[in-house]
């Protein structure tokens, strides 16, 4: 039987890494060779569990799939931008102020950053799904077959153990959260490709290069694919902001607000920003492969006080727990309010919204 045929994708040829010294964080490097039993989960819950409760971030390495598989998501992620009409863009740019919901493009100059100065970033959303909840442009439908299979193994066998390790970190049963994310339920789980583009160095002045406020992500867990243009920055507990480094073929995984609030504090969703890539990555464009989960839509996203362990150690709270919103509520608020809404300042570095009684912070 002949092999299929894989669809031709134009090579996307990424920046070379940085080579200046940089202050990285210092994040712990898991290996999930054996994360796929149960073993292998409960061998690995203090070193995952301690990462999502101080730094909130973590590499991981030896996750299933190779650098040449890798290479050829990141040559599909940069269809969208590069093989897309301005004008098909259009007809595919998402409402988010109207709908509370990314997929589709979100276009440049969408967002306010800082002082007047607008975002460079394209992004391009998909529905985990792939073909049941949109439509897709034209020069990204012979990739939707690869699209899928990417999405769930993401799912299956990426988020999946991370969500039972982190069950198991408050001694509750492995299953406690996927009961929460099936991959046929209601939710906004998607892949994103994000593309940034370079600034004029007037905005880079104006914005403080910054790209991207400091913010925590809405929803459970986070799926960064690694890649070499340095410019991620996480809020370090000693106050500091620190580069993430890049490792080849490994994933950058952080939790977001959602796993915070299921689990009263317990886990950290960590600040987190994008700024200006060091002197020698400038000029470069920074794609990005992202794998976002969210609860499912009619989750109520309050503490898990059946859990022992927040029964020793207790929980804090963002809102009032009689009041805490639904995932989708909270991620429609989140989603339609980002950088289309007016925030509050609380001094020079931190400004505030509210969402469904919920404080948001961002840092600039």
């Not at 906004?188 to 925590?216: C, I």
């Not at 429609?332 to 925030?343: I, Q």
Request: with cysteine; hydrophobic share 35%.
């Amino acid at each position: 039987m002949p092999a299929p045929t894989i669809p031709f994708a134009p090579r996307y040829v990424p920046a070379p890494p940085t080579k200046e010294h940089l202050e990285w964080a210092d994040l712990p490097i898991v290996d999930f060779s054996n994360a796929g039993t149960p073993e292998g989960r409960a061998a690995l819950t203090p070193q995952v569990c301690d990462a999502m409760r101080t730094s909130g971030f973590m590499y991981i390495i030896n996750h299933g799939l190779s650098q040449a598989q890798n290479d050829r998501i990141f040559d599909i992620a940069d269809i969208p931008f590069s093989q897309v009409s301005e004008e098909e863009m259009k007809r595919f740019t998402s409402d988010i102020k109207g709908t509370g919901s990314y997929k589709g493009f979100k276009p440049r100059r969408l967002w306010e950053i800082d002082n007047g100065v607008r975002d460079q970033i394209e992004t391009y959303n998909t529905h985990r799904s792939v073909t049941e909840m949109q439509s897709h442009p034209k020069a990204l439908q012979p990739f939707l077959p690869e699209l899928r299979a990417f999405a769930e193994y993401n799912h299956h066998k990426i988020m999946f153990p991370i969500l039972q390790i982190l069950a198991r970190g408050l001694e509750l049963p492995e299953d406690t959260f996927l009961n929460m994310h099936g991959f046929d339920d209601d939710s906004e789980t998607y892949v994103r490709f994000m593309k940034y583009y370079p600034r004029s160095e007037d905005d880079e002045q104006k914005a403080k290069n910054v790209w991207l406020k400091g913010h925590t992500d809405i929803g459970t867990v986070t799926v960064l694919w690694s890649q070499p243009v340095s410019a991620l920055q996480i809020l370090c507990p000693d106050g500091k902001w620190r580069w993430i480094k890049h490792i080849d073929n490994a994933l950058v995984v952080n939790i977001g607000d959602s796993m915070e609030f299921f689990s009263g504090g317990f886990y950290k969703g960590t600040i987190h920003r994008v700024r200006q890539p060091p002197a020698d990555q400038r000029g470069y464009n920074r794609l990005g492969v992202i794998y976002f989960g969210t609860a499912n839509a009619d989750v109520v996203l309050k503490p898990l006080s059946e859990s022992s362990v927040l029964q020793r150690v207790g929980v804090t709270l963002r809102f009032d727990e009689d009041k805490a919103p639904t995932s989708d509520q909270y991620r429609k608020g989140r989603t339609a309010a980002y950088g289309l809404s007016e925030l509050t300042k609380k001094d020079d570095v931190i400004e505030q919204q509210i969402i469904h009684g919920v404080p948001v912070l961002h840092y600039n």
